[in-house]
């Protein structure tokens, strides 16, 4: 029997490569002639027209036909798009009160939503697979004739990599939940769960304002507080996949008692349950943080000192983490980008009170500029193995 060798499959593995780079780019960056796909990846025109061609053939992107441009002069070009209906993923975010499960089209256009509260009697790992399958049903009956490829799911939980176990979220109570082996099991299909601070960071970084930085930290402050830390590009997932835990990093031996067990974390600072604790102690009756945040910015002392407080403690873990990861940037995410907003003076003061001296260079604070991130990255997530091999595109796996 003739074997295939590693020059045979050469060829292909190149076509492949290069048929996902023009598909991720369409994907996040939106329309674009030929001739600049040509000018972005150095490939000649005869090449980008026939992998344009094969892209049309799977059906993901269409071209309109070229147009003279206003002068009459020069060679006009077509344009490619994505049609972001020829393909969709379900992305679903848990979180500690609330879940989302949304139809993202190619693209990242969210076709269809379905949003409920959680409760004691809804929240545990089987009471929201019960409740996510019917409304992946609902949104996938409403795209007929569009192919589903993937589903992805963001929790609040330390999740093992890559089994996928959601093994700790203290605010769902979830200890050891193979939430996406359940969820999967029901829908006859792979589910891909990550962290939800990972998966808003790698939203920030694809179509946020971290897009084309190599290292950057994104806090997401969500109730609790989560991270994701981007090294030379690739999101750092430690051996086990836990890597990001900034929220439980220790900022006072003798500090408040964690959740977690531990004293002084950052969580017990800047989370959402320790901020309003903090304008409660200082006499202020206010139940949101967005209150807070409002009263703050009118110029209320006692708001703006409490929230200049927390933006002193934010800004001492994050230099806790400059000094060991050296990052261009950090990304305040969910209600730290509030806190950033509106005290980046603060913010500012306890980073550079705690960051090493010699040798210290200027990082960017940075406001993340997605709403819900952590959705956004759960339907990241699930695009990743259309985008990475485009040609393998087959058949759409029957409605559930």
Known sequence: MRTVGPSAARPEQIRRHNLSTLLRHLHLHGQVSRSELASLTGLNRS?????????????????????????????????VVARPRSVHVVAVDVDVDSVQVAAVGLGGDVLGRVR???????????????????????????????????IGASVPAMVADPSGL??????????????????????????????????????????????GLRHVVC?????????????????????????????HMSLQADGPLCHCGNHGCVEEYVGEAAILRSAREAGLEISALATLFEQAERGDAVAGEVVATAARWFGRGLANLANVLNPEAFVASGHLAEVLRVAEPSVREGLERGMVTIGRAPITLLQGGIRDASLVGAAELAFEELLAAPDLLGTPRPAS
């Open 116 to 150: 409920w509260q959680l409760h004691d009697g809804n929240r545990s790992a089987t009471a929201v697979v019960d409740d996510v399958v019917p409304a992946i049903r609902q949104l996938t009956a409403s795209l007929p004739h569009s192919h589903r490829v993937g």
């Open 219 to 247: 806090v997401l402050g969500r109730v609790g507080v989560g991270g994701g830390v981007i090294v030379d590009g690739h999101l750092l997932r430690g051996a086990r996949g836990y890597a990001g835990e900034l929220g």
């Open 47 to 79: 090449t980008i027209g026939g992998l344009v061609g094969d892209l049309v053939d799977l059906g993901v992107v269409s071209q309109r036909s070229p147009t003279r441009n206003s002068k009459g002069a020069g060679r006009p070009a077509y344009v």
């Open 166 to 211: 959601a093994v700790y979220a203290p605010n769902l109570d979830w200890s050891d939940e193979p939430f996406g082996e359940l969820l999967g099991d029901r829908l006859n299909e792979p589910v891909l769960i990550g962290n939800d601070a990972d998966l808003a960071t790698l939203a920030e970084q694809r179509r946020g304002v971290a897009a």
